[in-house]
Nanobody, 118 residues
Framework: QGLLGESGGGLVQPGGSLQLSCKDPQRFVNTRDMGWYRQAPGEQREQREL??????????NYPDSVKGRFTISRDNEKGMVNLQMNNLLPEDTAVYYC?????????WGQGTEVTVSS
């Protein structure tokens, strides 16, 4: 298991919201470019998709598939990177992971599972 711990996933209906959190007790996340990734059911690890990123100076980036619905933020005091997900769609169903950007192999954690279904 990697250094980073993800939490906050669950089952939610379409249109619902969830907030995911990624915690690093060593505050590693505070200065690095960080991202939230997801692996949809049936996909391989190599197909994990970057869905949100935040640079060390606060620059944000999102793919079109989540833009306007997902918001990434950083809490340096708590050593956390959060992902607020609104208006969730069934196609957002996946296991969500945080990692640096680009990802470092030995930092992958167990992820947190998000299921969007009615």
């Amino acid at each position: 298991q990697g250094l980073l711990g993800e939490s906050g996933g669950g089952l939610v209906q379409p249109g619902g919201s969830l907030q995911l959190s990624c915690k690093d007790p060593q505050r590693f996340v505070n200065t690095r470019d960080m991202g939230w990734y997801r692996q949809a059911p049936g996909e391989q690890r190599e197909q994990r998709e970057l869905v949100a990123s935040i640079t060390g100076v606060g620059g944000l980036n999102y793919p079109d598939s989540v833009k306007g619905r997902f918001t990434i933020s950083r809490d340096n005091e708590k050593g956390m990177v959060n992902l607020q997900m609104n208006n969730l769609l069934p196609e957002d169903t996946a296991v969500y992971y945080c990692n640096t950007m680009p990802a470092i192999a030995n930092l992958w954690g167990q992820g947190t599972e998000v299921t969007v279904s009615s």
